[in-house]
């Protein structure tokens, strides 16, 4: 009876194990089932709207204006490396593509098309060719699921999806990698074979072995490039150099190879008919047939980032650094595509970035004028290279990361994308269109502003306002502007120095301390444990701060250091320590929205901008980590003030210099 009874509890038991097992189990599967299911983790837009395509052309030299623009976040994701925002203008659209996914845009307007995401996925490549777009993304966390899907570009229908290859060498400052002809290449997992697919379906037309001993780079700046005829590989060969290998991307035919002076990643850029790549040792460019067209010899041609370069009218027009070169030097040359021989050089600004359009070309320069704000667009022709600067309704600093600068033009419109620090914390990049504006009554280098409206730098602030400050009126220096042709008639900044301590007194002969080390008479400290001041540097002669120290982004700042003779023992003046101030009139724009739109593109690229609403003006911010750069606008001005110390000093002398525009007689 026991026995019937203890065997009925112990099926019962099993009986309760196997059901919790089996509810364990149903739970795990329904959660896998959930987690990996399509309809929560897509979020897949289409369209069915046509759209034309643009002209081969861009805008007119001249004052350029907004058409549209947007801003895309940095997808800050777990694979480090990998968080940029690249963008492209095709068939009338224009793409952006981040780790988020793609997002796809009327080139014209800025509407939206469509776009593709996934949800705890993070795309990690892209790649066009014709009228289809491919992605290649990895669920968060785990690499070894992923997957890529082929679009239709003009609609966003999904057209195939496989989850066994990798892209062939994504670019990693861009995401981009190969693609032409209809075909997308592939690799395996030892980077050792490509694959070319079709991008209508997916399938697979040819296999190509790579030579023995080389693989393709893996994680590398920009180690591949094509355009729709030609796809170039950098190959990371054990035991030498590194080499470029150019296939057509329809049947994997292997046009040209080449070795290269290095064992580094190259940075490689095709365009049409030319290939070009930067080792470390030179920069050199190849034919597309794989002859040598040319070659920059230099370890450091193209700086830290790649050279920006176009093909032109027959030209191969590229922007590199000299040897010996400051940091800032450039040079612009032109080779004929044909012969090899330099059609024209001159010097140039450090060039973002670069296009081709319509028998022009297009750079983008950082700072229209060392002293001022805007960015700057050269416009000139491949035949000669004479060049007509335009100011560009934004500012920029190329130092921040999540978007390398980025040109293109197309239907009359040039587009621009920079980097921005906001929205923090991870940044994004801002993609704006540009068209040709109406002629202003000033010259276009100014946006259209007669230089007469320009205020006086050093008029801003009054005698009593730089005394209060402990600043000497008679030390102003005037800094000038000069923007092509054309030379500001006042100072657009103004720095003030305080006035000069006297000498200190001499410093009395050492004794020596018991420990044999030299002892400071006044203190009876060994000298080695008395901290002693660094003789200081002249101030800084550039009209303001760095991103980094809180001023506009692109130049360097002024920094309060200890003058000369400052024994550190204490003054009456110690409050203010030494000092100097600037003030800077960094833009008049032609509208008072126009200077709005620039002052917003300012705060931006700041890492640290508070809104200041007790100086006056129109708006004004307080920059970097303390309140030692104020920028302040005015109706049409912007001013930016920077003085480190006292602290309150360039909150108190911006209100000062807005008091001073806000007159009648002061405004443009």
């Not at 490509?194 to 296999?207: F, Q």
């Not at 002669?541 to 250091?561: L, M, Q």
């Not at 724009?589 to 709005?596: E, S």
């Not at 809104?611 to 309140?627: Q, S, V, W």
Request: a neutral charge; glycine letters at 12%; charged letters at 20%.
């Amino acid at each position: 009876m026991g026995g019937r009874r203890l065997g009925g509890r112990r099926r019962a038991a099993a009986g309760v194990v196997s059901a919790v097992l089996a509810v364990t189990v149903s739970g795990v599967l329904v959660v896998r089932a959930v987690t990996r299911a399509e309809w929560w983790q897509v979020r897949h837009t289409v369209t069915t709207v046509p759209v034309a395509p643009q002209a081969d052309v861009g805008p007119p030299p001249g004052p350029l204006v907004t058409s549209w623009q947007r801003s895309a976040p940095v997808h800050r994701g777990a694979l480090a490396g990998y968080n940029s925002v690249a963008f492209d203008v095709a068939q009338g659209q224009a793409v952006v593509a981040s780790g988020s996914g793609l997002e796809v845009r009327d080139a014209r307007t800025g509407g939206r098309r469509w776009s593709y995401h996934r949800t705890g996925w993070t795309m990690l490549g892209w790649a066009a060719t014709r009228s289809r777009l491919i992605g290649y993304f990895e669920r968060d966390g785990d690499r070894g699921e992923r997957m890529m899907v082929g679009f239709d570009a003009l609609s966003g229908a999904e057209l195939w999806r496989r989850t066994d290859e990798l892209p062939a060498a994504v670019a990693r400052t861009t995401l981009r990698w190969p693609a032409g002809s209809d075909a997308v290449l592939t690799t395996g997992g030892d980077r050792r074979v490509l694959y070319g697919r079709s991008a209508a379906d997916g399938a697979r037309l040819w296999t190509l072995r790579l030579p023995a001993g080389c693989r393709l780079f893996d994680g590398a700046a920009h180690a591949s490039g094509a355009v729709e005829t030609t796809a170039v590989f950098a190959l990371d060969c054990a035991g030498g150099p590194s080499r470029l290998l150019a296939v057509r991307p329809d049947t994997g035919a292997v046009r040209w190879s080449h070795r290269l002076g290095s064992a580094e990643a190259p940075e490689v850029t095709v365009l049409d008919g030319v290939t070009l790549a930067e080792d470390g040792t030179a920069l050199r460019a190849y034919r597309d047939n794989g002859e040598p067209l040319a070659e920059w010899a230099g370890e450091n041609v193209c700086g830290d980032a790649i050279c920006p370069a176009v093909v032109a009218e027959g030209r191969l027009v590229v922007v590199y650094r000299p040897n010996g070169a400051r940091g800032g030097d450039r040079r612009l040359e032109a080779v004929d595509a044909s012969t090899g021989r330099v059609a024209w050089r001159r010097d140039a600004p450090a060039y973002a970035a670069m296009t081709a359009a319509g028998g022009r070309i297009y750079a983008l320069r950082p700072r229209l004028s060392a002293a001022l704000l805007p960015a700057g667009v050269d416009v000139f022709a491949p035949d000669d290279g004479a060049a007509r600067t335009v100011a560009a309704p934004f500012a920029m600093d190329p130092e921040l990361d999540g978007a390398r600068p980025w040109l293109a033009a197309a239907g009359g419109l040039l587009y621009a994308a920079v980097p921005t620090a906001a929205p923090r914390p991870g940044g994004a990049a801002r993609l704006v269109a540009l068209r040709g504006g109406s002629a202003g009554p000033g010259p276009a280098e100014l946006g259209g502003t007669p230089p007469g409206d320009w205020p006086d730098a050093c008029a801003l602030l009054q005698r009593p306002d730089l005394l209060a400050a402990h600043l000497d009126p008679g030390s102003a220096r005037p800094g000038r502007a000069e923007i092509g042709e054309e030379t500001l008639p006042h100072p657009v900044s103004c720095t003030y120095e305080a006035p000069q301590r006297p000498a200190p007194p001499e410093v009395p002969p050492l004794t020596v301390a018991p420990s044999g080390g030299p002892t400071d008479v006044l203190s009876g400290a060994p000298q080695a444990d008395r901290a002693v001041p660094e003789e200081s540097a002249s101030p800084d002669r550039s009209a303001s701060a760095t991103p980094h120290d809180g001023g506009t982004p692109g130049e360097d700042g002024d920094r309060s250091t200890a003058e000369p003779g400052d024994d550190g023992r204490g003054t009456d003046d110690d409050e203010w320590g030494a000092r100097s101030l600037t003030v800077t009139v960094k833009w008049v724009a032609p509208t008072g929205q126009a200077a709005a739109e620039l002052m917003e593109t300012l705060r931006a690229v700041q890492a640290q901008a508070r809104r200041r609403t007790d100086i006056g003006g129109d708006e004004a911010y307080e920059l970097g980590p303390t309140a030692g750069t104020i920028a302040v606008r005015v109706g049409r001005s912007i001013v930016v003030v920077t003085a480190a110390r006292p602290p309150g000093a360039a909150s108190r002398l911006a209100r000062s210099a807005a008091m001073t525009l806000s007159r009648p007689d002061r405004r443009p």
